[in-house]
């Protein structure tokens, strides 16, 4: 199995088409979304779960999460190695720049494009969050065409705050009407 940084290398250098499909990501920081990357690259890379267990994960970003082991003990779980664009610091937001990250799919026929963006509620504060919310905004307005928005949200999260509604008028007050047909919730830290 290629190492993480020989398939992140090799995502990039990928030749795009017009056969693309761009997901944009978006949460709260600390939602996973770079942690579901990472798991999008391994469900692509092993037939299944089995195989994966004996194979070397491919960490295309570097993370920093929580399980509980069998005596329900939390334990710290970190994965990957340095990246300029996260940074790692107790209590800082990770991610720091939009960045994509490239998946063929269909043997090679199709590609599947997930935008990794910094969270909103950046620790920096608001007037980071606006910057952010401008780098993202700038970013898809270079692509063709955006096929899916994903918000992901912590499972434990029973309430729609004030927020919440910040983070989504910050993006989509910015785009056509039609962008909220492709919105997609997607729920993190399950078990």
Do not use: W
């Amino acid at each position: 199995m290629a190492e993480a940084n020989e398939i992140s290398e090799s995502m990039k250098s990928a030749h795009i088409e017009d056969k693309n499909i761009n997901i944009l990501l978006l949460g709260t920081t600390g939602v996973g979304k770079s942690t579901f990357i990472n798991s999008i690259a391994n469900y692509l890379s092993f037939e299944n779960f089995e195989v994966a267990k004996e194979e070397k994960l491919n960490v295309l970003i570097p993370c920093t999460f929580k399980i509980r082991d069998k005596d329900q003990k939390e334990q710290t779980v970190k994965v990957g190695g340095e990246d300029k664009n996260e940074t790692q610091t107790v209590g800082d937001s990770a991610t720091q720049d939009v960045k994509t990250y490239v998946f063929p799919i269909k043997e090679g026929k199709h590609m599947i494009r997930l935008i990794d963006t910094p969270g909103m509620g950046d620790t920096r504060g608001i007037q980071q969050d606006n910057s952010n919310s401008e780098s993202i905004l700038s970013y898809i307005g270079k692509l063709k065409q955006l096929h899916a928005i994903c918000y992901l949200l912590k499972s434990n999260e029973t309430r729609c705050t004030v927020f919440f509604e910040y983070c989504l008028t910050q993006i989509f007050s910015r785009l056509d009407k039609s962008a909220t047909d492709n919105l997609v919730f997607i729920f993190t830290n399950t078990r």
